[in-house]
């Protein structure tokens, strides 16, 4: 199956980084795996994540389970809105990112295009896309991706280029 | 029942390459230093909130079937498990009240008696199970790193 089919997929390093933190916010008091959808705006060739909604999911066993329910509940965040669902990260509890069964046939949407990314250790130091597992629905089914770059793009959401002031400095400009 | 010292350190070894993995990129100091076959310690660095140092000692023997006694120590490790040396947040004996700690099973002396030490793979509540020396680390790395304070 050609990467061509599927738009490139772009997001800021701050959402991504903001990913790492909200799949962590599920593990804070008891270690637990998250989900964050991921919307945003799409064209033929390229789809930049803007929006991240974060599920009312069931983790009361520690693995991430979301309803029907609550799927509409985070589709009706961007009802109205130019937005479309670009896929999902989840959360794994140590550094295998790999699929599981149940992450293949359960995964929130599952359509041609569709992305999913396994962060490991819960996301709790953050998003480092060589590090993650890269999923791509393709042809029926989620392939894992080698190719990260020709499927899902991490660019610079902010910068400052000021030269470092010191405190106190605030009249300095 | 007993484990020959040889497969502790070896499974040690072996789990303790994705602990090295995890603490590096979390930024925690691991020190493998003292591992040997007359000592199956290691040891962690972790940084509360506000920026304060604590070190937890892992006694890993007759690991895997048991699982290693967790406790907090001084930097020197000449002093363990005082209120002092522990974060905000645990059990007041003071202990690490988790089934991957030793110490917290009643019948050592700790707040669990209704957990039996061959189960220490189960999940602690609600949650997954917490069933390698990397995840010991990385469940202790969360508790630590949102507590402010110490407990004396």
Known sequence: ?173 | MSVPVEVSQQTVQTELVAAAEYAAAAGLDLDTGFLSEHSLAFFVRFWNRDGDQFYAEFQCEEYPLYPPTVEFVNKSRSERGTLRLYPQGFHPTPCICMRYNRKAYGERGGPHGDWRMLDWRLPTGNGIAIDTLALMVSDLHSKIRQSSGRMA
């Open chain 1, 1 to 173: 199956m050609s990467s061509q089919q599927v738009p490139v997929i772009y997001m800021t390093n701050e959402l991504a980084q903001k990913t790492a933190m909200l799949l962590d916010s599920f593990a804070l008091r008891r270690p637990s795996e998250g989900v964050v959808y991921w919307f945003g705006i799409e064209s033929r060739n390229i789809a930049v994540i803007t929006t991240l909604v974060v599920p009312d999911a069931d983790t009361s066993d520690g693995c991430v389970r979301t309803s029907v329910v609550a799927n509409a509940a985070a589709i009706r965040v961007i009802t109205g809105s130019p937005l479309v669902y670009i896929g999902q990260a989840h959360s794994h509890p140590g550094h295998h990112v790999s699929h599981s069964p149940v992450d293949d046939v359960e995964t929130f949407a599952r359509f041609e295009g569709a992305i999913s990314v396994v962060v490991p250790w819960f996301g709790r130091y953050g998003l480092r896309i060589n590090e993650c597992g890269v999923y791509r629905h393709l042809g029926g089914r989620f392939r894992g991706i080698s190719d990260v770059d020709a499927h899902l793009r991490i660019v610079p959401g902010f910068a400052d280029l000021r030269p470092a002031k010191g405190e106190g400095d605030i009249n300095a400009r």
